[in-house]
T-cell receptor, first 117, second 109 residues
Framework: GAVVSQHPSWVICKSGTSVKIECRSL??????MFWYRQFPKQSLMLMAT?????????EQGVEKDKFLINHASLTLSTLTVTSAHPEDSSFYIC?????????????FGQGTRLTVV | RKEVEQDPGPFNVPEGATVAFNCTYS??????FFWYRQDCRKEPKLLMS???SGNEDGRFTAQLNRASQYISLLIRDSKLSDSATYLC??????????FGGGTRLMVKP
């Protein structure tokens, strides 16, 4: 199946610093990528939808100035957590789909475990 | 009410048992449905897609009941390796996936 690569797989950073997470579709072009966050023992929660060449659409309650999303090409989307705080510690996962209809599965990156100390 | 609801479990079953999970969804316009499996600290991976009334893949059977707005996943002859969290996923617009809270399965020897 299609491959989505996410990097880094884990990162530890100090409070107040920024962290960038990359999500790449390796063998297909992803017009749309999605960013999710998952806290321990909870399900994935959609943070934002990233469209190539345009501004991301954020879900209610997600601060767009804190979670900067850039989707500069059809194969790369980045999520930058700015001025990270311990409460931002979580598992962040991206997903991408090559399809334009709703019947094709989405492929997920390996996830990034962020720990803010 | 959550858009996609699942019994969180955990379901503790012995090897060889048959276990079933249900998932209800609130949006009647939902058109595609999936079961994903997520292992601890890993990304979700597609287990089965459910397009019409249901489908079967080996030990796994997924069914869709549009009238009652639920989908189910049946696992026969459970293996230790089936231990994971099973996520019910519903797609109702474009590629907007809505995840259920997941059902945790633990298969014991």
């Amino acid at each position: 199946g299609a491959v989505v690569s996410q990097h880094p797989s884990w990162v530890i950073c100090k409070s107040g610093t920024s962290v960038k997470i990359e999500c790449r579709s390796l063998d297909f072009q992803a017009t749309t990528m999605f960013w999710y966050r998952q806290f321990p023992k909870q399900s994935l929660m959609l943070m934002a939808t990233s469209n190539e060449g345009s501004k991301a659409t954020y879900e209610q309650g997600v601060e767009k100035d804190k979670f900067l999303i850039n989707h500069a090409s059809l194969t790369l989307s980045t999520l930058t957590v700015t001025s990270a705080h311990p409460e931002d510690s979580s598992f962040y996962i991206c997903s991408a789909s090559a399809a334009v209809d709703i019947f094709t599965e989405a492929f997920f990156g390996q996830g990034t475990r962020l720990t803010v100390v | 009410r959550k858009e996609v609801e699942q019994d969180p479990g955990p379901f503790n079953v012995p090897e060889g048992a048959t276990v079933a999970f249900n998932c209800t969804y609130s949006n009647s316009a939902s058109q595609s449905f999936f079961w994903y499996r997520q292992d601890c600290r890993k990304e979700p991976k597609l287990l089965m897609s459910v397009y019409s009334s249901g489908n079967e893949d080996g030990r796994f059977t997924a069914q869709l009941n549009r009238a009652s707005q639920y989908i189910s996943l049946l696992i026969r002859d459970s293996k230790l390796s089936d231990s994971a969290t099973y996520l019910c996923v519903v797609n109702w617009a474009g590629n907007m996936l809505t995840f259920g809270g997941g059902t945790r399965l633990m298969v014991k020897p």
